[in-house]
């Protein structure tokens, strides 16, 4: 190896090294932080951490953890109506609550079939049959659907 490719990699490893050094502490303090942070969160807090960092709305997952029956079967419908809400979160909302909800089932077919509606920004004149058992601004309701 040539004497200045030598000096070039020695001179790499030592910035590589020396941010390491700096660095290191700093984050090793964060990680702490988080994890003493994540501790002292209650059980159900810890659950539903995902909402937190997408950005859902924590009184709605919670609402149809009450409200729905353990044995109920119910569909997630989204849509404009839900406010600032991005794509990234009508996107996730079904695949959250899908875990969220179990034993809860999620129904896939006609979402006329389940028994219970969740509407994150949904169109509720859609469903003429639901019968609101709460609701939130903006866009969001569970309802109750006739079979």
Aim: net charge neutral; with cysteine.
């Amino acid at each position: 190896m040539k004497p200045r490719l030598r000096l070039a990699a020695a001179a790499l490893v030592a910035v590589t090294l020396g941010f390491a050094v700096v660095e290191f502490p700093g984050t090793i303090r964060r990680l702490e932080n988080r994890s003493d942070a994540n501790a002292a969160l209650t059980r159900s807090d810890r659950l539903i951490a995902a909402a937190y960092a997408l950005d859902f709305s924590r009184d709605f997952v919670e609402e149809a953890a009450a409200l729905l029956p353990r044995d109920a079967s119910y569909v997630v419908e989204t849509g404009p109506n839900a406010g600032d809400t991005s794509g990234v979160v009508l996107n996730a909302i079904q695949p959250f609550l899908e875990n969220w909800l179990l034993p809860r089932r999620l129904d896939r077919g006609d979402p006329h079939t389940a028994g219970w509606l969740l509407c994150y920004g949904c169109d509720l004149s859609r469903f003429p049959e639901a019968r609101v058992v709460w609701r939130a601004d903006p866009g969001l309701a569970i309802a109750q659907l006739a079979r």
